[in-house]
């Protein structure tokens, strides 16, 4: 028992050992490629195999602390593999690993300490796979499956849903979205503002931001410029006639055609209120997807198919 039990500490110190050596030398040769770049390609053709080296001969090093604790032979072709996966695996998840966990701004790559003592995990969690026992093994493969999927429900609630796509493709603020309805008129899809057209589609109604106005003042050129109330005024201009509403803090501007009634018109400027999810889908179409075929992409389409947005 006591034999077993020596066994397991020093396959446990190995893994931490791999988890430690791993840590500082990533950050280190992060720092040398991103060097390395600045040299050009053939620099980075030098750079790359000889970092892969030194993560080698560093981890071939940590073998030595017990030899037998891997699956893997104790030869040192065997040392040689178990290093270049510890270190070749490692890095790439602690590479993802700080992608994501940017990506859902958890702070970690802003604290040099919280991210050295993270950058153990990626690098243990394979060494720690590659045991020979196997309850150490599986305990290694578990905790990197449940961290894992942490990281992606994290991820996918840091995607941006469709609605935010939309309202970041059109460059608007949300808050600017207003809507109404009309008896007698009808929504055009994808105008990029709330546009209502009578059935005969000679008269339109339109909700959305003012233009060209100084808040609380008549906008220029206005023929008739009438305040109804402390939050309604309307104004009539040679083609079109608009009401300026106040909702909430801000101006929204509700014209038509001089085809529509003004009461008509003011009864779409009281019933005017923000946009919903839906009303957004409708009003602004969804950007054209982007050709990323990266990494990341993957993983983000990963954590939207588990877990949604």
Not at 88 to 95: A, M, N, Q, S, T
Not at 256 to 265: G, Q
């Amino acid at each position: 028992m006591n034999g077993a039990g020596e066994s397991v500490k020093r396959s446990l110190a190995r893994v931490g050992l791999a988890g430690l050596a791993g840590a500082f030398l990533a950050p280190l040769a992060v720092s040398f490629g991103v060097v390395a770049m600045f040299g050009g390609g053939s620099a980075l053709l030098i750079a790359g195999p000889a970092l892969f080296a030194v993560f080698v001969v560093v981890l071939m090093a940590v073998t030595r602390v017990a030899p037998e604790a891997s699956w893997l032979p104790s030869s040192r072709g065997g040392r040689f593999v178990w290093a270049a996966l510890v270190g070749g695996i490692g890095f790439g998840l602690w590479l993802l690993a700080w992608d994501i966990t940017d990506e859902v701004h958890l702070g970690i790559s802003q604290s040099q300490p919280l991210w050295l003592l993270l950058g153990v995990v990626p690098f243990a969690l394979v060494a720690g796979v590659l045991l020979r026992r196997w309850y150490l093994a599986l305990g290694s493969l578990v905790v990197f499956v449940a961290v894992s999927l942490v990281l992606l429900h994290a991820l996918a609630g840091a995607v941006p849903s469709d609605v935010d796509q939309r309202i970041a493709a059109a460059q608007v603020d949300r808050s600017s979205l207003m809507v109404t309805a009309v008896p007698g008129y009808e929504p055009v899809p994808q105008q990029r503002t709330w546009y209502l057209s009578s059935r005969s589609g000679s008269s339109y109604i339109a909700v959305g931001p003012p233009l060209g106005t100084t808040p609380g003042q008549c906008t220029y050129g206005a023929l008739t410029c009438e305040t109804e109330s402390p939050t309604l005024r309307y104004e009539l201009f040679d083609d079109t006639q608009q009401y300026i509403r106040v909702i909430g803090t801000q101006e929204t501007q509700i014209s038509a055609s001089r085809t529509v009634d003004r009461d008509t018109l003011r009864t779409a400027a009281q019933s005017a209120h923000p946009a919903s999810d839906d009303d957004i889908r409708f009003m602004l179409p969804l950007p054209r997807p982007k050709q990323d075929r990266s990494v990341m992409a993957s993983v983000r389409d990963l954590a939207e198919a588990m877990f949604g947005r």
